[in-house]
C-alpha cells in the first residue's frame, strides 16, 4: 500500500541556518505530493504542493522537487526563522482514489535565535 | 465561518463512555474527511464524506466508530464504549468540491480525547 516515510526529529536549528526534511514514499501510479505544517495550538496548514515528477512546489521560502527516480519529497528552506518553528508533515495522495491523505509521521523543527 | 470549527477542543471520558464530535466545515464545502492522529504520529484517515454520502469509511478502526453527516454540512464522530487507545486528536478536514484529488483541504484545530 502507499506509505510516507519522514526523517525523525526533533531538527533543532539556529537562524539563518539551511534546513533539510527528508521524505520518501511508496506509492502505485502517479500520486500527489504534499508538505503540511502545524504550528503550536494551530491546525494543519498545506505549506506546498507537487501534482507530478520534476514539479517544484514552493511558498514562504520553502521548496520540494517531485522526484519520481528517488520516490523523494524533501523539503528545503535557505534560512530558517524563529517563526518557522513548528510540525511538518509530508503527505501524498494516490491517483484515482476518493482523495484521502496518507501523511508521513511529522518532523517537530525548532529554531533558536 | 472562517474556517473548519471543531468541539469540543478537550473531551475526558471514562472508558467505556460513548462520546460524540464535532465539525463543522467551511460554508459550502462539498467533501469533509475525519482523521485520527495518535501523540507524535502522522494523522490516518478514518472517513470520508461527499455531501451527505459517506464514500468512503475504509479507515475506521472497528464498529464502534461511526461517523455521520445527515445534512451534507455539520459532521458527528460518535465513539460507542471507548477504549485508552481511542485517546488521540481527532481531526477534521473540508474542502470546496467533490473533485479533491488536487484541492486544498482545510483542517480545524482537533478534539483531543483523553480515555482514562
Known amino acids: 500500500g502507499n506509505s510516507v516515510t519522514q526523517m525523525e526529529g526533533p531538527v533543532t536549528l539556529s537562524e539563518e541556518a539551511f534546513l533539510t526534511i527528508n521524505c520518501t514514499y511508496t506509492?502505485?501510479?502517479?500520486?500527489?505530493l504534499f508538505w503540511y505544517v502545524q504550528y503550536p495550538g494551530e491546525g494543519l496548514q498545506l505549506l506546498l504542493k507537487?501534482?507530478?515528477?520534476?514539479d517544484k512546489g514552493s511558498n514562504k521560502g520553502f521548496e520540494a522537487t517531485y522526484r519520481k527516480e528517488t520516490t523523494s519529497f524533501h523539503l528545503e528552506k535557505g534560512s530558517v526563522q524563529v517563526s518557522d518553528s513548528a510540525v511538518y508533515f509530508c503527505?501524498?495522495?494516490?491517483?484515482?482514489?476518493?482523495?484521502?491523505?496518507?501523511f508521513g509521521q511529522g518532523t517537530t523543527l525548532q529554531v533558536k535565535p | 465561518g472562517a474556517g473548519v470549527s471543531q468541539s469540543p477542543r478537550y473531551k475526558v471520558a471514562k472508558r467505556g463512555q460513548d462520546v460524540a464530535l464535532r465539525c463543522d466545515p467551511i460554508?459550502?464545502?462539498?467533501?469533509l474527511f475525519w482523521y485520527q492522529q495518535a501523540l507524535g504520529q502522522g494523522p490516518e484517515f478514518l472517513t470520508y464524506?461527499?455531501?451527505?454520502?459517506?464514500?468512503?469509511k475504509s479507515g475506521l478502526p472497528s464498529d464502534r466508530f461511526f461517523a455521520e453527516r445527515p445534512e451534507g454540512s455539520v459532521s458527528t464522530l460518535k465513539i460507542q464504549r471507548t477504549q485508552q487507545e481511542d485517546s488521540a486528536v481527532y481531526l477534521c478536514?473540508?474542502?470546496?468540491?467533490?473533485?479533491?484529488?488536487?484541492?486544498?483541504?482545510?483542517f480545524g484545530s482537533g478534539t483531543q480525547l483523553s480515555v482514562l
Open positions: 507537487a501534482t507530478k515528477a520534476d
Open positions: 506509492a502505485t501510479g502517479y500520486p500527489s
Open positions: 503527505a501524498l495522495r494516490g491517483s484515482g482514489n476518493t482523495g484521502k491523505l496518507i
Open positions: 460554508s459550502g464545502h462539498v467533501s
Open positions: 478536514a473540508s474542502s470546496k468540491t467533490e473533485t479533491v484529488t488536487n484541492e486544498k483541504l482545510f
Open positions: 464524506f461527499q455531501n451527505e454520502a459517506q464514500l468512503d
